[in-house]
């Protein structure tokens, strides 16, 4: 069994920043990629972004230049470090992982808030 633990989620105003973090923990071999997605209110689940484990990433068009996504492969963890937020950048954000164990398992997060006021 593995758990995605996240964290940093909260109430920012525009122009701010957040950190996010996502700890995987429990029977995992490996990790391939690990990814952000969010979730706004009446809205699909979208990518914000990905980094696969030698580090390679992609963003959404809507983050570029705004988010940045990074990992710990040693602790097993992955951030989103959020500035120059905007209100459309509330939404609630999940952490994602494709963990090797076995077989590959793609493992979601508990999901954290992000609310950006304007």
């Known amino acids: 069994q593995v758990q995605l633990v996240e964290s940093g989620g909260g109430l920012v105003q525009a122009g701010g920043s957040l950190r996010l973090s996502c700890a995987a923990s429990?029977?995992?071999?490996?990790?391939?990629?690990m990814g952000w997605y969010r979730q706004a209110p009446g809205k699909q689940r979208e990518l914000v972004a990905a980094?696969?484990?030698?580090?390679?990433?992609n963003y959404a068009d809507s983050v570029k230049g705004r988010f940045t996504i990074s990992r710990d492969n040693a602790k097993n963890t992955v951030y989103l470090q959020m500035n120059s937020l905007k209100p459309e950048d509330t939404a609630v954000y999940y952490c994602?992982?494709?963990?090797?164990?076995?077989?590959?398992?793609?493992?979601w997060g508990q999901g954290t808030q992000v609310t950006v006021s304007s």
């Open positions: 994602n992982a494709e963990v090797v164990a076995g077989t590959v398992y793609d493992y």
């Open positions: 429990g029977s995992i071999f490996s990790i391939n990629a």
């Open positions: 980094i696969t484990s030698g580090g390679s990433t």
